[in-house]
T-cell receptor, first 113, second 114 residues
Framework: NAGVTQTPKFQVLKTGQSMTLQCAQDMNHNSMYWYRQDPGMGLRLIYYSASEGTTDKGEVPNGYNVSRLNKREFSLRLESAAPSQTSVYFC????????????FGPGTRLTVL | SQQGEEDPQALSIQEGENATMNCSYKTSINNLQWYRQNSGRGLVHLILIRSNEREKHSGRLRVTLDTSKKSSSLLITASRAADTASYFCAPLNGGGTSYGKLTFGQGTILTVHP
């Protein structure tokens, strides 16, 4: 099992460009999450999907959109990137919500110039 | 959801010593989870302790939970250089709009010197 995979690992964008971060899990988990991690801020939840077909906003959703494509895949889209979105982005999954442990991907390091 | 607050922010010890990290939270919980993050990597789940449990062990890890004080502690015994990492606690409220939403604090940076 690969667990949770994320692509790309690194990305540099110019202000105003768009991109999609991809996440996939092969553990048949129902719930998936997107976090961002900034120095001194810990991890902050951007969006989550409790189950296939549902998505909900987290703590910092502005500037992002998500798609739960199927049970395996959960993508995060930046429509018009801003320097404030420079961060490390982590995808995670769990069997069902926070009552279970979350499994994290390796992260995508994004720089917006 | 609520955020756990870890203490201390940084801890530096020698190999073989024990390391204790604390976590405080504000409202009642369903469970509390501890995670480790090595530099440049994703988080790895260590232990989940439920609100009706007081202590849990996993190898060299021991987690305690005191719901009356709204606090938890993570003890790593006989530490190794490979334990050098950031450690996060994540309390989870039960049900409602907090369902499934863990909130992480800034973590404790543990450095274990060989």
């Amino acid at each position: 099992n690969a667990g949770v995979t994320q692509t790309p690992k690194f990305q540099v964008l110019k202000t105003g460009q768009s991109m999609t971060l991809q996440c996939a899990q092969d553990m048949n988990h129902n719930s998936m999450y997107w976090y961002r991690q900034d120095p001194g801020m810990g991890l902050r939840l951007i969006y989550y999907s409790a189950s296939e077909g549902t998505t909900d906003k987290g703590e910092v959703p502005n500037g992002y959109n998500v798609s739960r494509l199927n049970k395996r895949e959960f993508s995060l889209r930046l429509e018009s990137a801003a320097p404030s979105q420079t961060s490390v982005y982590f995808c995670a999954s769990s069997v069902a919500g926070g009552y279970n442990e979350q499994f994290f991907g390796p992260g995508t390091r994004l720089t917006v110039l | 959801s609520q955020q756990g607050e870890e203490d201390p922010q940084a801890l530096s010890i020698q190999e073989g010593e024990n390391a204790t990290m604390n976590c405080s939270y504000k409202t009642s919980i369903n469970n509390l989870q501890w995670y480790r993050q090595n530099s440049g990597r994703g988080l790895v789940h260590l232990i989940l302790i439920r609100s009706n449990e007081r202590e849990k062990h996993s190898g060299r890890l021991r987690v305690t939970l005191d719901t009356s004080k709204k606090s938890s502690s993570l003890l790593i015994t006989a530490s190794r250089a490979a334990d050098t990492a950031s450690y996060f606690c994540a309390p989870l409220n039960g049900g409602g709009t907090s369902y499934g939403k863990l909130t992480f604090g800034q973590g404790t940076i543990l450095t274990v010197h060989p």
